[in-house]
């Protein structure tokens, strides 16, 4: 009787999906329009058709900001409305506010799971990733390298899916990063468990063995000198690798810290090999790891996302067989976000097909594998060449039943953690006289995205690499070059220190650590705190929990475990975090920078002139404002300075 019920309710559900979208009760949705949309949010593409047909459209808060192209030439509003919700595996929800109030029409997103919960996270890390590490942790470590050994031998490719699923706690059992790590997971108990369930961070060392295991330093030496004897075999033996393997023998203590970041949902760690005391330095390398993400519950088997099967095109299509024969791209004032998606549309008016295509200009890791110069599309192309583009930017396409050609993204799921809402871009990098140039509150927004993020708008710059070699010699991009990519290589210099966690962000490029995490603690700020910040600073016990870890990234560099104050006793602590505080102070520069003569001939308008004739160009000496943006950050009586210098206009 229960089945019975549950299938009633599935096809009562279906058979009110299949109405919501009406015209024999609303015959309005009967409208016949042409549309053409590129790479507009949904809420300003369902906006115009509202206005345009006097039906009301909306879409949920959380989706409002996809991006969607559309091409429909004479279609009804229903068919255009069903195609566009099915691209984004969304559907039509029908409401009706009042007896007398015509039917209003809502793009809801289908229901998701229940989230899981802080301790379901980490019982699914001990069950499915730790289990198995621990078992491995008590096989000799030669064994372990033996096998891992031959299934290099064999060739990733020979083995299966299962195969490579067995190696890899024996892998992650021999990580020289995290052996600490995972020895100290395995001894955790229960209370421990609770307390990282509770946002706790928890240190431990090998100086107390029911922490670590002090068989951890073994195991730690013997991947040491495994990676030691590889380097002598490809490169040959010398005097450095001697006195590496004279450090490695003199490390005595390891040290170990994990936390569980309910934000990323991740399980985030660190650790420390000491002599002595101090820390261990081989071949110009401090062996202490910043914050980093052991596991997390949205990857949690360090798989690449699932991508989803591309169905073929039907062969030789009378609609698919046309072909594209001009491409007009985006002018040098353009945005070039939208390059992809103005390809998409003119695709579909040349070939006189309709579309509907979801469109997310950061996708994931396909970008840091294309160049700016093999963006043009060879011509002609019909749409079984556009098809194979289309596949390296992480889209698949597909002929529906209805004879429209859908585009959709082969890793939605990613794409859309990825994304960046499109106002807050043209805010950032396409502002009027100012393209490139961010404010310091706009560089703690980007600061405040996620690793994802940031790590997909760096992958969006770094595809522009190339256009670096044609700014050799120039310490600045002049506002005159802006129209090399919309600003996003101005903003570059800045951009990198907010992707990396201990990346660059000064012109001179000297890595200026705890950036990132400084600003994130900025923008956590509400605007009386950021007036105290710059008066008189802020106390640390005024700061939340999450606000006093971000203080002890920065004040550290990322590198917690440097502060040897963990150790201390609780009263001890207590006594340093009261004394410790955070200002900020800024001052403005003036340094020499250049600009492109007004004389200059031939002008240089475009990306195409300065490729020409970038190397007759005479840059003049002018000098450049620059606003220095420092934290001070107290703790006892130690002071660390973090600065961040941004271009003033």
């Known amino acids: 009787m229960r089945w019975t019920l549950l299938l009633v309710g599935l096809l009562c559900a279906s058979l009110w999906a299949q109405n919501e979208l009406n015209p024999g009760e609303d015959e309005r949705l009967s409208q016949k329009l042409t549309v053409r949309a590129v790479g507009l949010p949904l809420r300003d593409l369902l906006t115009q058709l509202s206005q345009r047909t006097k039906v009301a459209l909306k879409v949920e808060p959380a989706m409002q900001e996809h991006r969607a192209c559309l091409y429909a030439k004479d279609k009804p509003l229903h068919e255009i409305l069903s195609h566009l919700a099915g691209a984004f595996g969304f559907h039509w929800k029908r409401e009706k506010p009042s007896e007398e109030a015509p039917y209003q029409y809502r793009l809801v997103a289908p229901p998701e799971e229940k989230p899981q919960t802080r301790e379901g996270d980490l019982r699914e890390f001990r069950e499915k990733v730790l289990v198995p590490v621990c078992a491995q942790l008590q096989t000799p470590i030669e064994a372990r390298f033996q096998q891992l050994m031959q299934a290099a031998e064999q060739g990733r490719s020979a083995l299966s899916p299962k195969e490579l699923e ?24 229960e209370e421990e468990w609770r307390r990282l369930a509770r946002g ?20 730690w030496k013997a991947v040491m000198r495994e990676q030691i ?6 490169y040959g033996a010398n005097e450095s690798r001697q006195r590496q393997l004279e450090k490695m023998d003199s490390v005595n203590e390891l040290r170990a810290m994990v936390r569980y970041d309910a934000n990323e949902k991740a399980l985030k760690v660190a650790y420390e090999a000491l002599a002595d005391g101090k820390q261990v330095v081989l ?32 062969a030789k299509h009378p609609v698919l067989s046309r072909q594209l024969t001009q491409f007009n791209e985006p002018g040098p004032h353009d945005d070039w976000f939208q390059w992809l998606s ?3 549309v003119q695709m579909a008016e040349a ?69 960046i809402p499109h106002p807050t871009l043209q805010r950032w990098l396409f502002k009027p006289n100012r393209r490139g140039v961010l404010t310091f509150d706009e560089c703690a927004e980007v600061a405040a995205l996620s690793s994802r993020q940031r790590d997909a708008l760096y992958m969006y710059i770094q595809s522009f690499g190339s256009l670096h070699d044609l700014l050799e010699g120039v310490p600045y991009v002049p506002a005159e070059l802006d129209f090399l990519h919309g600003g996003l290589l101005h903003a570059q210099r800045t951009l990198i220190g907010f992707v990396w966690e201990r990346g660059s962000t000064t012109p001179s490029r000297e890595p200026e650590e705890g950036i990132l995490q400084a600003m994130q603690l900025y923008a956590t700020l509400k605007p009386a705190q950021r007036t105290q910040l710059r008066a008189g600073g802020i106390p640390f016990s005024q700061l939340t929990p999450a606000q006093q870890w971000l203080f002890l990234l920065a004040y550290t560099r990322g590198n917690l475990l440097t502060l040897d104050d963990f150790w201390l006793p609780p009263d001890q602590l207590q006594a340093r975090m009261q004394s410790a505080s955070i200002r900020l102070v800024s ?16 002008p240089i308008r475009t990306l195409e002139d300065w490729k020409r004739y970038h190397r007759q160009v005479r840059l003049e000496k002018v000098p450049l404002r620059f606003q220095v943006w420092r934290f001070e950050l107290r703790w006892g009586e130690d002071k660390r300075e973090i600065a961040l210098e941004l271009p003033l206009k």
């Not at 004897?229 to 490809?234: A, D, I, L, S, T």
Request: one cysteine or more; a negative charge.
């Open 229 to 234: 004897k590889f380097y002598e075999r490809e």
């Open 166 to 189: 067995a190696l890899m706690p024996v892998y992650r059992s021999v990580d020289l990063h995290h052996i600490a790590v995972w020895y100290a997971l395995c001894q955790m108990g």
């Open 587 to 602: 001052e403005t520069r003036v340094k020499d920078g250049v600009r492109i003569p007004a004389d200059q001939k031939p």
């Open 200 to 219: 706790e961070a928890l240190f431990f060392s090998t100086r107390f063995p029911n922490q670590i295991a002090p068989r951890a330093i073994d195991d």
């Open 342 to 344: 103005e390809l998409m």
């Open 351 to 419: 070939t006189d097909a309709p579309l509907t295509a979801e469109y997310y200009p950061l996708q994931t890791d396909t970008l840091i594998m294309q160049d700016w110069t093999n963006y043009r599309p060879r011509l002609p192309q019909d749409w079984y060449a556009f098809q194979s583009l289309l596949r390296g930017f992480g889209y698949r396409v597909r002929l529906n039943d209805s004879g429209w050609v859908v585009i959709e993204s082969r890793q939605r799921r990613y794409a859309r953690e990825n994304d």
């Open 283 to 314: 071949d110009g390398s401090q062996y202490a790891s910043p914050e980093i993400s052991l596991w997390s519950a949205n990857e949690p088997g360090y798989q690449s996302p699932n991508v989803e099967p591309e169905p073929p095109l039907p």
